[in-house]
């Protein structure tokens, strides 16, 4: 899980952006940058969308940063602006349409359930655990992309991702758990390690 | 407490956001059924892998736009 900021870093950032103190707006881009763009790419699908998304979000975040109230973490409130940049661009059209992921669907046949063969750290090197993983993560519908991502790559709690994505605990904690549930089905297949083709 | 409803509460239990008399029920199923101990460790295999999934590095082109955005910063 990536490294989360303390609040009281990213919020005497906040004061400095505030004061309009350049070094303030490096070290935000430096911190929160790739992280926007990580979950941007990952919503857009697209790596000219999401560097739009990157950028405008910073863009909207200066514009309005004397109206944030700090109700929530700098990182929540950015990733709430960059969720609505992309929800933007998907109703302009170029987002897939969204479906539902049933929970009956999800659940796991009859045959034998395959252990991990292997440590995640290690699991992740190999080429073909990558490529499902990726697809996987990039064929969910999109409001359960958007909660896997924040939670499960950008290590967002329970809470700031409801706040980011305007939705409940309750809708993340569902959405989540199908979005997982679906990346488990789709790495099933590699988890007796090299070769193992268990269901 | 019956596979299926253990099988919708997985992520909860994971994430320690359940109360400690479900979390307990169940641990109790898991230590007992086979088949929901393994899809159990399959789920925190997944998240796991997740987490070590690295970020997509950022393109030359956008940190010379953000480089950019720090120099001339729209107004406030």
């Known amino acids: 899980m990536r490294a989360e900021h303390s609040r009281d870093a990213l919020d005497d950032l906040l004061g400095a952006l505030r004061r309009g103190e350049p070094e303030a707006l490096s070290a935000l881009v430096d911190r929160q940058g790739p992280r926007l763009y990580n979950f941007a790419t990952r919503m857009c699908r697209s790596a000219e969308d999401a560097k739009d998304v990157t950028q405008e979000t910073f ?3 200066l514009r309005s940063v004397k109206d944030f109230r700090g109700e929530s973490t700098v990182s929540t409130w ?4 960059a969720a609505n940049a992309c929800r933007k661009m998907r109703r302009h059209g170029k987002f897939e349409p969204a ?7 999800l659940m796991p ?13 290690t699991a992740v090197l190999r080429a073909d655990v990558r490529t499902r993983l990726e697809d996987a993560i990039a064929t969910l519908p999109p409001p359960y992309r958007a909660v896997l991502v924040l939670r499960d790559l950008e290590g967002l709690t329970t809470a700031e991702t409801a706040g980011a994505l305007g939705i409940t605990l309750v809708t993340v904690k569902v959405r989540l758990h ?3 549930l679906a990346l488990r089905r789709a790495l099933a297949p590699t988890l007796g390690g090299h070769g ?4 | 407490m019956e ?3 253990l ?16 979390c307990e029920a169940l641990r109790r199923h898991v230590e007992g059924c086979e088949r929901c101990d393994a899809f159990l460790d399959t789920l925190r295999f997944t998240v796991d892998v997740c987490r070590c999934l690295p970020p997509p590095p950022l393109p030359d082109d956008l940190r010379r736009r953000l480089h950019q955005l720090i120099e001339n910063p729209p107004p406030a």
């Open chain 2, 7 to 22: 099988f919708a509460r997985l992520s909860e239990y994971l994430d320690g956001e359940i109360t400690p008399e479900v």
């Open chain 1, 99 to 105: 479906h539902h992921l049933s929970l009956d669907e």
């Open chain 1, 196 to 199: 193992a083709g268990v269901p």
């Open chain 1, 59 to 61: 863009l909207a975040a």
């Open chain 1, 78 to 81: 950015l990733f709430r602006i």
């Open chain 1, 109 to 121: 046949g009859e045959g034998p359930i395959a252990r991990p063969a292997e440590g995640p750290e």
């Open chain 1, 178 to 180: 199908r979005a997982r």
């Open chain 2, 3 to 5: 596979c299926r409803e």
